[in-house]
């Protein structure tokens, strides 16, 4: 069977996400409908899928995402999407990104970073995920990012761990003067935002992320902006396509596969 093309989706490899206070969160890691609902659409179009992550081994999902709240409060879809789940080979065996790099990154037509907090363990510091996202970026190949997953667009900066550890430290002016050059200064782009992560904060995480997603991407020159707590919000700029939050995952689709089919016909997305 031929297929119609071929979206990589970088997830984490972590199992714990550091917070303030020396506290970590172990709970951490991509969430159901994120990631999910968008892979099975893709497949469902005729787009072959391929998981990577920095270590190739099996990403964990957040439990706090197998909630029927995430899918229109239906647990029969819940449960669907998690029988769904089970059926990703790829996503119980990913790649390595350092192999897929290797192994030629023109071959994908769009990279996709869905969100829980497993971004913010990894990816938004991976060199290796630097290397594919600088890629579609020169290449203009869509690039979608997802509620925490707009965090790994710091791993495009040649300095991303030096950055992000001044941002932990709170050194706002550092993490801005470090950040200069980064590929994405000037997009307009979402991020989960401070107002949810408070929310979610003492109910999911038990604790203080090192700092907060929205104002990390500011800081490094994004042009973000954010609706009310759990409004479904994208935005579009130029190859990127990034949402707000969980329920912004039919809206982010509904933009990244009209730029899939604008990229086959080498016609610029509008």
């Known amino acids: 069977m031929t297929t119609k093309g071929k979206v990589l989706v970088l997830v984490s490899s972590g199992h714990g996400l550091p917070l303030k ?25 005729g787009y072959e ?19 029927p709240d995430f899918f229109g409060g239906d647990e029969a ?11 990703l080979d790829g996503l119980k065996n990913p790649m390595r990104i350092s192999d897929v790099i290797a192994s030629g990154l023109d071959q994908y037509d769009a990279v996709f970073v869905p969100g829980g907090h497993g971004p913010m363990m990894d990816l938004l510091d991976d060199p290796d995920a630097g290397t594919v996202l600088r890629h579609f970026h020169q290449a203009s190949k869509p690039t979608a990012v997802l509620c925490h997953g707009p ?13 992000v550890a001044a941002l932990a430290a709170g050194d706002v002016a550092g993490a801005h003067a470090k ?34 997603p929205d104002f990390a991407l500011s800081t490094a020159g994004g042009d973000v902006s954010v609706l009310a707590p759990w409004t479904s919000y994208v935005v579009h700029d130029r190859e990127l396509i990034s949402g707000q939050n969980p329920f912004s995952d039919h809206a982010l689709l509904k933009l990244l596969l009209p730029a899939l089919d604008g990229k086959k016909k080498s016609v610029s997305a509008s």
């Open 151 to 163: 965090i790994s667009l710091l791993a495009a900066l040649p300095n991303s761990t030096e950055v």
């Open 21 to 45: 206070d020396g506290k970590v969160y172990t709970g951490a890691g991509y969430y159901l409908n994120e990631l999910t609902v968008p892979v099975r659409t893709l497949m469902g179009e």
């Open 179 to 212: 950040a200069q050059g980064w590929i994405y200064s000037g997009y307009k782009m979402t991020i989960f935002s401070t107002a949810e992560e408070q929310q979610r904060e003492p109910l999911e995480i038990g604790g203080k992320v090192r700092f907060y």
């Open 77 to 87: 879809k819940l449960q669907d999407y998690l029988k769904f789940r089970d059926t």
């Open 49 to 67: 899928i391929t998981f990577a992550n920095p270590k190739g081994n099996t990403p964990q999902m957040d439990v706090h995402s197998a909630v």
